[in-house]
């Protein structure tokens, strides 16, 4: 149970164009999503925190303008790359927290498989 | 603001021996919670483990443990009979208070298992 399908899992696109990045919560309600940015061999870093109905919160550096967070359903939230540049090519991961609390969970929270950017 | 500190890029162990990874934080809340995540090469964040800060107990999960020490702000994960399969990025991770919402992940520590 809780999981968090993400896609597409990998893409490529021609700098310039913009790329849309999708999860979806399959068996549970999602009023919270988070989005992440990772470098090979590096951390997570949070970008942005999405909750449904409402703007996304950025974190401090992230450009609002670049990545653009809808949250517009209590099962979906993308991400959309605008403008892509070969600097935003990344792994992106999504994550939802847990509305109801689980067994050896409690609010706990799943993650999205990612989603591996190419910027050409 | 609360860190999360992983002072091991790199450990490495026998199969089936035991390893333990480090991980430190700083905060100044009485209510958090404290996990393990693992990495493996497909990229897939899995919980191995999460301890609750008001529990003195420490968590236990099959061939993982932790050793969560309050007073030290230490929460080291032990690993027994190690497996090929653990072979991973391992993240420690703080989030505040049950209700809180951002996890804070350390910089993680690559497992690498010998056979």
């Known amino acids: 149970g809780a999981v968090v399908s993400q896609h597409p899992s990998r893409v490529i696109c021609k700098s310039g164009t913009s790329v849309k990045i999708e999860c979806r919560s399959l068996d549970f309600q999602a009023t919270t999503m988070f989005w992440y940015r990772q470098f090979p061999k590096q951390s997570l870093m949070l970008m942005a925190t999405?909750?449904?109905?409402?703007?996304?919160?950025?974190e401090q550096g992230v450009e609002k303008d670049k990545f653009l967070i809808n949250h517009a359903s209590l099962t979906l939230s993308t991400l959309t790359v605008t403008s892509a540049h070969p600097e935003d090519s990344s792994f992106y991961i999504c994550?939802?927290?847990?509305?109801?609390?689980?067994?050896?969970?409690?609010?706990?929270?799943?993650f999205g498989s990612g989603t591996r950017l190419t910027v050409v | 603001a609360q860190t999360v500190t992983q002072s091991q890029p790199e450990m490495s162990v026998q199969e089936a021996e035991t390893v333990t990874l480090s991980c430190t934080y700083d905060?100044?809340?009485?209510?958090?919670?404290l996990f393990w995540y693992k990495q493996p090469p497909s990229r897939q964040m899995i919980l191995v483990i999460r301890q609750e800060a008001y529990k003195q107990q420490n968590a236990t999960e099959n061939r993982f443990s932790v050793n969560f020490q309050k007073a030290a702000k230490s929460f080291s994960l032990k690993i027994s009979d190690s497996q090929l399969g653990d072979a991973a990025m391992y993240f420690c991770?703080?989030?505040?208070?049950?209700?809180?919402?951002?996890?804070?992940f350390g910089a993680g520590t690559i497992l690498r298992v010998k056979s």
């Open positions: 994550s939802a927290r847990l509305v109801l609390p689980r067994p050896g969970q409690g609010y706990g929270y799943t």
């Open positions: 999405s909750n449904e109905g409402s703007k996304a919160t950025y």
């Open positions: 905060t100044s809340e009485s209510d958090y919670y």
């Open positions: 991770a703080y989030r505040r208070g049950e209700y809180g919402n951002k996890l804070v």
